[in-house]
T-cell receptor
Framework: NAGVTQTPKFQVLKTGQSMTLQCAQDMNHEYMSWYRQDPGMGLRLIHY???????DQGEVPNGYNVSRSTTEDFPLRLLSAAPSQTSVYFC???????????FGDGTRLSIL | AQKVTQAQTEISVVEKEDVTLDCVYETRDTTYYLFWYKQPPSGELVFLIRRNSFDEQNEISGRYSWNFQKSTSSFNFTITASQVVDSAVYFCALSEWGTNAGKSTFGDGTTLTVKP
């Protein structure tokens, strides 16, 4: 049982490049979310999904896109990377609103 | 709008001291859920406890205890007889049942350092 798997673990991009952070879970969880963690700012919600085909914006959605074509996968796309998007990104899933979230190990992204 | 405030940015204690981490939340929903997570230096996020808005019963689990008080909108976390392995960042989080279903709001975290 792998839980929540994020790839890659590390990535360095140049300003203006695009990329997709992958997130997959094997627990059949309906709810999935993407967060970014910056020093001293906790976890900020980027986008979230309550089921396949349903996504919504969180607190800091600008510059990011998501899709949820299957229950298992929830990729996060950076459209045109900016230095302000340098951060650690966490994907999480849960069985429902009242349930704890299971987190991936994170992706450390640096944008030069 | 939902909000979580962890006013203590950093706390440093000596091993075996008791320490309480504060969490204050804001919500307009009557049905909501509160969580504590731990992030050790290795970086992973680990779930510790959940409490729903209808259950104000305090809980003790080994050296950990949680005090939920709706009257003050607080959900505080106490570690008794702290150990070096308790050193981590601790996050309090809130999720609502109603129109914000699917969203969770985290506090900025409290960094706890336990010195030997």
């Amino acid at each position: 049982n792998a839980g929540v798997t994020q790839t890659p673990k590390f990535q360095v991009l140049k300003t203006g490049q695009s990329m997709t952070l992958q997130c997959a879970q094997d627990m059949n969880h309906e709810y999935m979310s993407w967060y970014r963690q910056d020093p001293g700012m906790g976890l900020r919600l980027i986008h979230y999904s309550v089921g396949a085909g349903i996504t919504d914006q969180g607190e800091v959605p600008n510059g990011y896109n998501v899709s949820r074509s299957t229950t298992e996968d929830f990729p996060l796309r950076l459209l045109s990377a900016a230095p302000s998007q340098t951060s650690v990104y966490f994907c999480a899933s849960s069985r429902g609103q009242d349930q704890p979230q299971h987190f991936g190990d994170g992706t450390r992204l640096s944008i030069l | 709008a939902q909000k979580v405030t962890q006013a203590q940015t950093e706390i440093s204690v000596v091993e075996k001291e008791d320490v309480t981490l504060d969490c204050v939340y804001e919500t307009r929903d009557t049905t909501y859920y509160l969580f504590w997570y731990k992030q050790p230096p290795s970086g992973e996020l680990v779930f510790l406890i959940r409490r729903n808005s209808f259950d104000e019963q305090n809980e003790i689990s080994g050296r950990y205890s949680w005090n939920f008080q709706k009257s003050t909108s607080s959900f505080n976390f106490t570690i008794t007889a702290s150990q070096v392995v308790d050193s981590a960042v601790y996050f309090c989080a809130l999720s609502e049942w109603g129109t914000n279903a699917g969203k969770s709001t985290f506090g900025d975290g409290t960094t706890l350092t336990v010195k030997p």
